[in-house]
């Protein structure tokens, strides 16, 4: 910073000096200012290269096959529904979407291509939605989510923060866009239920969303985003829209729906129901709906099997890569050890 | 007043002084014991704020750093509410903590300074109470007024500076101590003048018109004149006394205060050394540039993206949830204004949020780093200097790592390669050389029946003795005497009289300026002429036992122009001598050669011997002056001395006439010993690849045969020697010499592949060996072109009798044409310049007074200390801060690319999945402070490796630790690791639940792992510490991660939780971190067995060496 000042104090006249002292100023000794502690210092022998990588690729391996064999156990029905549920001489989708005098239920028929053991978790998927637009995940107020009395706390929900001069509960983009499909499921000929509880994390339930706080105002623009809200019912208890505040990292994402506690034949057929009320039509979105096993690992997921195979036979070929290499061109440690004659120079 | 004390004339010329000083229009008129409000009081103020004005003034001494400012503009750029990226609070918090830990420091600092002010300012004086006759009452310091008459007691510090009234001295004498000043600790003579001190004596009290000049920085310079009685008497700087110094062995001193508080000397040169920049922080600057330009690159980037999406994307942007253009409470659109202005907007945001790229923490670190780095070199034992007893002091903190890259070394040579302390060897007498000397017991003089013995006897020659004890009517036993009573009485020597246990016995211990004049006296005093006291008017000396008073009528001081010294001095048989004495090459010009030719042949014959012995030689001559000379020298000199202004000048005239006509009495040589293991630091800087050039002010045999004994010069090497007096003759040589060395190279480089240790290799190495005055043609001429290229193919050059600006000019010469590194060493005044001048200064704690190591950079006790300084701790400074800082760039390269793919992914539009308080700690608590702790601790390569192979320090030389193209690696391991880091989670998270904030979570730690992670892998030496704040970061990092989404009104709230609790999240870690460090782990492992650099084979040396030790090493190299 400023190195005049040091140098001005211990030179100049504001005499702190004083008489020159007899006694010997030698620093201290210690190993510490001496810079001596005790040290490892690890070095890169061959025996070292190699060992390393052949750990990392006797470890890697199995974790691979491992994933991978849990992602294959995961059984997991796709239904992409959009375009089919809107009636194919609708010619103007969007529209039809806005049209809420029409009624909207379509059925649509799943076939179980493996037997699936419960739980079966039901998801919907949304491809190109930007939860995570700058101006989409702002657009909240979790002060007015938690505490009754903030109810009026609407800083950042815009363009969604009042209605008629009253605080909108909940406010902002994310909670006026709350996905609002729905759907019943029927197994070959019987009803089959789906558990809507417990589909959100306990923590927002319990500290995030109040037990005190109900909607108001909510849904009310000339836009309808999506969902709802049964306005007796507290925000701790509208599941569906905690579920779809805890932000998607990525434009294609799933939420959980629900949770079927049935297991599933081979073969089986699951006649969906659905009312498709949520606009994706205007931005070219897709939606799905999903029913998946789960595993350890969660889902169906193959990629970080093959990351880790592939990383691990990375590591087996660079070991054997280096062994060969130190076999061609053998240097043992300190090869160099009349260094002052061998030293190479430079340029 | 003896016989030919001057008898005082009545004013020689009233007016004259006075109208010089009216002229110049810069006098300060002090009336003598009444305090005067014009001029400034003695409150000094070295504190730089108070309460009110810390605040701004600091804030504004701290803004003058550009990189400041530009932080400054992001966070304002992010106060916008439409720009806005960060939360108000979390965007001011790094550069508000930057500010602040400054400011504390800085406050720190200025506390310090406001107590010692404070204390300094209420000490108190004893001041003359004005309108009563000599009642001291004690005064604080700050009430102190110029013009205050002060009286000061011994060992009592001076309050401001003071021209001497009277001392308790009856001849005005007193003695100061200047260590405060200009850290030389031997005592200095001042004098009060008769005038004063006899008024004094009279009434008690001085009365009297001073008028001085006005304040300056000139330590060693004053003039004035006082009116007293109606007569004007001149006061030069022996009659002022400084502030900041202590009477010594003085009883007490009454002076008037003539310059207070800030006026003082002392505090007028309170002023730093220049500051000087690194090179690494130099050419971190032209990283800093490519950064920018990524930077801007990767804003336009997200912003033309975000522009081409709302293009694409313009008509549905009403109806799309997450866009929602209309705010339908006032029907318009919200926060949308046209692509335009959406791009613009979105590129200022870009700026905000990846302004990481370029390291605010960096700036910081490096001084936090420098200053451990300097705490270790003061510690150093090594370092230490037991004699001096002087530690290493950094005393400018922003270069140390400059150390590490030293490429010429330019030396001073007395007092640095030399230890300055004179010993008197041998003499030639009027043609007649005594230089067997043999160890004497020294002589003894008897005063009030004590024994008084000087300090150091030197060895003597007995045949001189003999000569001097025996026959002293004889002629040559006189002109003995004469010369021995010249050595005694032509000099500034103040005989001090010290106790000793025995209370019959005293020491007399000579206190002078000039060490020469020291071993001179000393010699004098071992062949029984001893100087035993000496006041402003006279001289007493014991020649042989018998006590005479020789009166000094006037002394012509020395300076470097006329190179010599004379005292004109009325004799006890009432003759009066002008004893001269000198440099050969200044007397044999004012000798007179006719009378006696053999004697001054004999004598240039014995001083060629000497110096060829690497002995200093003065010359020692001497005059008697028939009595209208000696009138009319009195008159010129009383009126020269009585001058204000330009009495420099005038005394030097008057000196030149009277130095004429010189009857040569001999000369002395004096040896001037190495300093300790010279030769082989020499041995050793030169083996590290630099060039060791000396710059001296002796003469070329003297520097030749210094460059011997300090093992610079040896036998097989050519010597090149330019000594010209015209400017043709020195093109020519120059030429000459430029053929030679091409015929040289042609010679050796056949023999050898590597043209530039060609030098080395082939046998002959030469040596450029060039005087002063043949630089005065060369050095600022077209010339000197040629002497660089002649100079730099010569591995030693030796530059004798060259002024202090020659020595910058030849700094200048290749600090100007060449990229390398230089470094000069000094140790007295004369190398204030050249110190300056070289990227690296260093002082050297030395006899001939603090100037030097005042304006170093570092200061040190020993020559030999630039081994381990610049082997050592320059090597581990420059390779630190090499690493450090090419770290700092890489790991805030590498957070901002992984924010930067998550834009890909967000439809451009800068949202960042890792919590913004995160990004803000990344910089600042997640990874700065390992590198800080790597930066001052860890070493590649352990002291004694480093001292036992100076090659070594060839790493430093040629860049290797930081270079553009480590810098490019950097920046692709960067590349590859936030593309781990960031693309691995996506695929594996690719279509499920995954939160933004968990996901966040994930990409915080993982790169705050990996590159932890990095650092880890390049840490050459793990001690505890090092292993503590590795380990430590990381588990910081995890704990204030838990603590962030431990916040419920945080989006996060919960993330870290949620995702910590999934088994996928662990071996995700563990497959990031792995595949990361992968390339870097390949790329360490294949160039440190294939391509090692010497760093690697001493590091293989030191590990494994130990071990091997029974291996031969030819069994290395089947």
């Not at chain 2, 007649?432 to 003597?460: E, F, I, N, Q």
């Not at chain 2, 590859?976 to 968990?998: D, H, N």
């Amino acid at each position: 910073m400023n190195s005049g000042d040091a140098a001005g104090s211990s030179s100049g006249g504001s005499g702190d000096a004083g008489a020159p002292r007899r006694a010997s100023r030698k620093p201290k000794y210690s190993k510490f200012t001496q810079q001596e502690l005790p040290a490892c210092k690890p070095i890169l022998t061959p025996k070292w290269v190699i060992s390393v990588f052949l750990l990392v690729g006797v470890i890697f391996v199995p974790i691979g096959v491992a994933s991978l064999l849990a992602s294959n156990k995961v059984v997991e029905i796709v239904d992409r529904y959009d375009d089919a549920c809107v009636p194919s001489n609708v010619t103007n989708k969007l529209a039809y979407i806005q049209n809420s005098t029409i009624s909207k239920t379509c059925r649509r028929t799943l076939k179980v291509p493996k037997d699936m053991k419960q739980p079966i978790f039901v998801y919907y998927q949304l491809n190109n939605f930007y939860q995570n637009h700058r101006r989409y995940v702002k657009s909240r107020n979790d002060q007015q989510l938690r505490d009754a009395s903030k109810a009026n706390e609407t800083t950042l929900c815009d363009p969604e923060k009042t209605r008629d001069g009253m605080a909108i509960v909940p406010c902002g983009l994310i909670a006026w866009s709350t996905f609002n499909d729905t759907y019943t499921f029927q197994h070959n000929t019987n009803n089959l239920s789906i558990d809507k509880t417990d589909i959100s994390w306990k923590s927002d339930r319990d500290h995030k969303f109040g037990s005190d706080v109900f909607p108001k105002n909510f849904q009310k623009g000339p836009l309808i985003g999506g969902k709802t809200l049964n306005e007796s019912i507290p925000l701790s208890e509208q599941e569906d829209l905690i579920v779809w505040m805890r932000t998607a990292a990525l434009p294609t994402f799933r939420k959980l729906y629900g949770r079927i506690y049935v297991d599933l034949k081979e073969n089986d057929t699951i006649t969906v129901t659905l009312d498709n009320n949520y606009n994706t039509y205007s931005f070219d979105g897709k939606k799905s709906l999903v029913l998946s096993t789960s595993t350890w690992l969660g889902g169906k997921n193959d990629f970080l099997g093959l990351a880790y195979l592939t990383v691990g036979g990375l590591c087996f070929f660079l070991a054997f890569a280096f062994t060969l290499l130190y076999l061609i061109k053998p240097r043992l440690v300190a090869y160099k050890l009349s260094y002052t004659n061998r030293i190479k120079f430079h340029r | 007043p003896g016989p030919f004390r001057p008898s005082r004339r009545d004013q020689p010329d009233p007016s004259a002084s006075e109208r010089e000083l009216h002229e110049g229009g810069e006098y300060r008129a002090v009336a003598v014991g009444e305090p005067s409000p014009e001029f400034a009081g003695n409150a000094v103020r070295t504190a730089k704020y108070s309460a009110l004005t810390f605040l701004p003034r600091n804030l504004f001494e701290q803004f003058r750093r550009l990189s400041y400012v530009y932080f400054l503009a992001i966070t304002v750029l992010n106060q916008l509410p439409q720009v806005a990226v960060f939360g108000r609070g979390a965007s001011v918090l790094p550069l508000a903590f930057v500010l602040f830990v400054t400011a504390v420091k800085d406050a720190y600092e200025d506390i310090r300074r406001h107590r010692s002010d404070r204390r300094e300012n209420n000490r108190l004086a004893a001041v003359l109470a004005p309108q009563t006759a000599g009642e001291y009452l004690p005064k604080k310091w700050k009430h102190i007024r110029v013009g205050d008459v002060v009286r000061v007691a011994s060992n009592e510090t001076l309050p401001a500076d003071m021209v001497l009234l009277a001392t308790s001295d009856p001849t005005g004498l007193a003695h100061v101590q200047t260590v405060n000043l200009d850290g030389e600790t031997n005592l200095k003579t001042r004098y009060a003048k008769q005038e004063t001190q006899l008024s004094f004596s009279h009434d008690g009290h001085v009365a009297g018109m001073l008028h001085c000049e006005r304040p300056n920085r000139n330590i060693y310079g004053f003039q004035a004149n006082l009116e007293i009685d109606g007569k004007r008497v001149s006061l030069g700087p022996s009659n002022i006394v400084l502030r900041g110094c202590e009477l010594k062995n003085t009883t007490w001193a009454i002076g008037v205060v003539v310059y207070a508080g800030k006026e003082t000397k002392v505090m007028l040169n309170n002023s730093g050394p220049p500051s000087k920049r690194s090179r690494l922080e130099t050419q971190l600057n032209r990283e800093t540039v490519i950064l920018s330009i990524m930077l801007i690159g990767m804003c336009i980037t997200a912003s033309v993206l975000a522009g081409i999406w709302l293009l694409n994307h313009q008509r549905e942007l009403e109806f799309t949830q997450f866009f929602r253009e209309k705010d339908y409470t006032t029907g318009k659109n919200y926060n949308y204004y046209g692509i335009g202005m959406q791009i613009f907007v979105t590129f200022l945001m870009a700026v905000i949020v990846y302004q990481v790229i370029i390291p605010i923490s960096l700036y910081i670190s490096m001084e936090l780093v420098r200053l451990g780095q300097a705490y270790f070199m003061g510690a150093d034992n090594d370092l230490y200097d037991e004699s001096s007893r002087s530690r290493f002091q950094c005393r400018a903190l922003n270069i140390n790592e400059d150390l590490g890259q030293i490429k010429y070394v330019f030396s001073d040579k007395t007092g640095t390669l030399t230890e300055n302390k004179m010993e008197f060897m041998c003499a030639s007498i009027h043609g007649v050389d005594y230089s067997s000397g043999k160890p004497a017991c020294g002589s003894s003089v008897v005063v009030d029946d004590l024994l008084w013995t000087p300090k150091m006897a030197v060895r003597t020659d007995p045949q001189l003795l003999k000569l001097l004890n025996n026959d002293s009517s004889n002629e040559e036993a006189k002109l003995v005497l004469e010369f021995f009573l010249a050595l005694a009485a032509c000099n500034t020597i103040v005989p001090l009289v010290l106790d000793t246990r025995d209370p019959k016995q005293k020491l007399i211990d000579y206190q002078g300026e000039s060490p020469d004049e020291q071993a001179l006296a000393y010699a004098a005093a071992s062949y029984g002429i001893v100087l035993v006291e000496r006041t402003s008017g006279y001289v007493v000396i014991d020649v042989l036992g018998d006590r005479q008073r020789f009166d000094i009528l006037g002394l012509h001081e020395f300076d470097s122009d006329r190179k010599r010294m004379s005292v004109i001095v009325g004799c006890p048989d009432k003759t009066v001598k002008l004893y001269v004495k000198g440099a050969d090459s200044s007397m044999f010009g004012i000798i007179n050669k006719s009378l006696e030719l053999d004697n001054v042949r004999a004598t240039e014959a014995h001083l060629h011997k000497y110096s060829s012995l690497g002995l200093r030689t003065l010359v020692v001559g001497m005059r008697e002056l028939s009595q209208p000379e000696f009138e009319e020298w009195q008159l010129a000199y009383e009126k020269a001395s009585t001058a204000v202004l330009g009495r420099g000048n005038l005394l030097r005239s008057i000196a030149a006439n009277v130095e004429c006509n010189i009857h040569i009495l001999g000369a002395s040589g004096i040896e001037d010993k190495l300093q300790d293991g010279v030769p082989e630091a020499i041995e050793s800087l030169r083996q590290a690849g630099m060039k060791v050039w000396i710059l001296t002010g002796d003469k070329q045999e003297t520097a030749i045969s210094i460059g011997y004994s300090c093992k610079l010069l040896t036998n097989d090497m050519t010597q090149i020697v330019i000594n010209n007096n015209s400017k043709e003759s020195c093109k020519r040589s120059l030429e000459e010499a430029l053929a030679r060395t091409k015929e040289h190279r042609v010679a050796s480089s056949i023999g050898s592949p590597y043209p530039v240790l060609a030098s080395e290799s082939s046998g002959t190495v030469l040596a450029l060996i060039v005087d002063g005055n043949s630089l005065v043609y060369i050095l600022e001429t077209e010339l000197q072109e040629e002497l660089f290229k002649v100079a730099t193919e010569c591995s030693v050059v030796l530059c004798c009798r060259v002024a202090p600006l020659q020595k910058a000019g030849i700094v200048a010469l290749i600090k100007n044409r060449t990229d390398d590194m230089t470094l000069a060493i000094g140790d007295g005044a004369n190398d204030v310049s050249m110190i300056q001048m070289a990227d690296v200064g260093v002082g050297i704690n030395g006899q001939e007074g603090g100037q030097a190591v005042m304006a170093s950079d570092f200061s040190m006790g020993q020559f030999r200390f630039l081994v381990p300084l610049l082997l050592v701790h320059g090597h581990w400074n420059y390779q630190r801060m090499g690493y450090m800082i090419l770290y700092n760039f890489y790991k805030n390269a590498t957070f901002v690319l992984v924010l930067f793919w998550y834009v890909l992914y967000t439809s451009f539009t800068l949202t960042t999945a890792i919590t913004e308080w995160s990004s803000l700690l990344y910089t600042v608590l997640y990874t700065s402070l390992p590198t800080i702790v790597v930066g001052i601790l860890d070493k590649d390569l352990s002291k004694s490796t480093l001292l036992a192979y100076p090659k070594l320090y060839g790493s430093g030389q040629r860049n290797e630790k930081y270079n553009l193209n480590l810098f490019v690696l950097n920046m692709l391991e960067a590349l590859w690791q936030s593309l781990v880091v960031f693309y691995i989670p996506y695929f594996a998270y690719r279509q499920s639940t995954i939160g933004m904030s968990s996901l966040g979570d994930l990409w915080a730690l993982a790169s705050v792992i990996v590159v932890n992670m990095q650092l880890a892998m390049d840490i050459i030496r793990w001690n505890w510490i090092i292993h503590v704040f590795v380990w430590g970061t990381i588990a910081a990092t995890v704990i204030c991660l838990f603590v962030i989404d431990s916040i419920w009104v945080l989006p996060g709230y919960g993330a870290i939780y949620h995702i910590m609790g999934q088994g996928l999240f662990w071996l995700l870690l563990l497959i990031i971190v792995v595949t990361a460090m992968v390339p870097h782990f390949a790329i360490k492992a294949f160039s440190e067995h294939f391509v090692p650099s010497d760093i690697q084979i001493g590091r293989e040396i030191e590990k494994f060496e130990a071990l091997n030790q029974v291996l031969s090493v030819d069994s290395y190299y089947q």
